[in-house]
């Protein structure tokens, strides 16, 4: 090689809870000052791991991809899914880490769900997807103890364990449709004991390899459509290890999530117990859908706030026309404006976790129901932006898979199916709002919170933000179903402008302008997209 050639330093990861500003501050910021200083140790530490012990893992389980067995050297049936010792090793860290046991710990009340999203920031770009068990495990954990007190008793212990836990999965989509669970056909008949069989085909199941599952079904005298659906449990394997009552149809070939294991499963007798008795399988579901869209929130900024931290790095390596990066107006504009977008989801997602916390610890639920499919429309789509153009700034190493840049991309991009799609969750907005006051009340919590900014330099976002605000209200009012887009993204973004107008008060009095400037780059675009309703559709062709 010859000794003149130029070999460009990579980027290096960091321990972002004492890099990432933007992280910290919120934390800081929503947090009591005592659980702050409380929980700085375990988020230290977490940033720590997820700078030099994950990410070789992350790499060892993304070459050593699941692989499914379905038969040994004789011919016999065994279904084995093997999947990399890296990826099992990140779930077990995720694990003593308390990423699950946290919430149910609850060292810090109704604070603890925002402890966790620190973590689960710091944790989820890092670990090959071993988020995702982590996720229906929380989910799972909550639902039990929501609706089943005998299950609960069974199975919360050794679900929030830190050591030798375990995971659950949750399996409702079918061939039929994915969100739409009205079509479900999978049968449940009547068994021992109270207990039941299973029969039917799950499409898309993530968390295969965990002990449990929740599972949605139809007892054969039930009447069609999702009222007749009811929820099971069922452990995955038997006494004596072998599988309980289920094949392995095969793995999915996917966009990304690839050291994730998904398969395709058939059920073919599994025995199950109903959760909370038979019925209202949809509406206990809820419980844990509402977990996972929290969680999938937290994986846009996770993502996002990953690379932004990376690209910063990068920027001070990397010279380009004499000068580092980091000096160039332009690069330095650009990296602002993702980084007031990371600030904006940050801000929305703490919140809704904070929301939750509240609503789990006995205060009134408040907004918690309506932000959530807020804050996972907004957060999954915002952080596949975000993160598509910090893969650029990164030039052609971005797009080179051996520098682990491209992964990211494509494991943010599954937050936009999981739990639901966009247009599925602007629905689920329009049906809060026509069945609650929670609109109302949202309108008054923007207002309140826009009349405690008091800072001179905010007054244009406060304006801007209230001007949104005054378009929303109407729209809120009298939610048209053509307009569910344009209402809830409405509504997620001027909400993500009134906390970042806070947190540039919060800031300013620490002499930090950074919020102050993602308040003013992300408000001087349109919060509230223009009105297209007027439009016609009419022989608009879709096939």
């Known amino acids: 090689m010859p000794s003149s050639l130029f070999i460009q330093p990579p980027p290096q990861p960091r321990n972002r809870f004492r890099s990432d500003r933007a992280l910290r501050r919120t934390l800081e910021r929503l947090l009591p000052a005592d659980v702050f200083a409380a929980a700085a ?5 977490m940033g720590e791991r997820a700078a030099t012990e994950m990410p070789a893992l992350a790499d060892e389980a993304e070459r050593d991809q699941p692989r499914h067995i379905p038969y040994d050297a004789w011919g016999r049936r065994i279904d084995c899914i093997e999947v990399s010792p890296a990826w099992l090793k990140l779930v077990e860290i995720g694990q003593a880490e308390g990423l699950v046991a946290i919430a149910y710990e609850a060292p810090y009340g109704g604070w603890s769900r925002v402890v966790q999203a620190g973590l689960a920031n710091l944790y989820d770009p890092v670990s090959a997807m071993a988020t995702c068990p982590l996720v229906m495990t929380d989910g799972a954990a909550r639902l039990l103890n929501r609706h089943a007190p005998d299950l609960a008793a069974r199975y919360i212990r050794r679900l929030i364990a830190r050591d030798n836990a375990w995971t659950s999965g949750q399996w409702m989509t079918e061939t039929s449709g994915g969100s739409d669970v009205s079509g479900v056909s999978t049968i449940a008949k009547p068994g021992d004991d109270g207990r039941f069989t299973l029969h039917g085909v799950k499409w898309f199941t993530s968390a295969t390899t965990a002990d449990m599952a929740l599972v949605l079904a139809r007892t054969e005298n039930a009447g069609a459509g999702s009222r007749g659906l009811s929820l099971f449990h069922m452990e995955l394997r038997t006494p004596d290890g072998g599988w309980n009552g289920l094949q392995v149809r095969r793995l999915k070939a996917k966009l990304g999530t690839h050291a994730l294991p998904t398969a395709e499963i058939e059920l073919d007798g599994a025995i199950a117990t109903p959760v909370g008795g038979l019925g209202r399988g949809v509406a206990k579901l809820g419980d844990l859908l509402n977990i996972a869209r929290l969680w999938s929130a937290w994986s846009g900024p996770a993502g996002t706030g990953h690379l932004l931290d990376l690209a910063r790095d990068y920027a001070a390596r990397r010279k380009a026309f004499g000068a580092p990066l980091s000096d160039n107006a332009i690069h330095r504009g650009w990296l ?12 929305l997602s703490f919140e809704t976790a904070a929301a939750l916390g509240r609503e789990e610890h006995g205060a009134n639920a408040g907004l918690a129901r309506l932000l959530a499919p807020l804050t996972k429309l907004a957060c999954a789509r915002q952080g596949i932006w975000a993160v598509s153009e910090l893969v650029e700034s990164f030039g052609g190493a971005g797009y080179l898979e051996d520098t682990g840049i491209p992964r990211t991309l494509r494991n943010v991009h599954v937050n936009c199916a999981w739990e639901g799609t966009t247009s599925v969750l602007a629905h689920d907005v329009l049906r809060v709002l026509g069945g609650s006051d929670l609109g109302g009340a949202w309108v008054e919590d923007v207002e309140r919170r826009l009349a405690s900014v008091t800072l001179d330099r905010a007054a ?18 009298s939610p048209d179903p053509g307009a569910a887009r344009r209402i809830a993204w409405g509504m997620a973004k001027t909400y993500q402008a009134t906390l970042l107008a806070e947190a540039a008060q919060w800031s300013a009095t620490r002499d930090d302008a950074s919020s102050l400037i993602a308040a003013e780059l992300f408000t001087r675009e349109p919060l509230v997209s223009a009105d297209v309703g007027d439009v016609d559709l009419t022989g608009l062709a879709l096939g």
Do not use: F, H, N, S
């Open 41 to 45: 140790d375990d988020l230290d530490r």
């Open 336 to 347: 602002a404006r993702i980084a007031a977008e990371y600030e904006a989801m940050l801000g």
């Open 460 to 477: 244009g976002v406060v304006g801007r933000t209230k001007a949104a605000l005054d378009q929303l209200k109407p729209l809120i009012a």
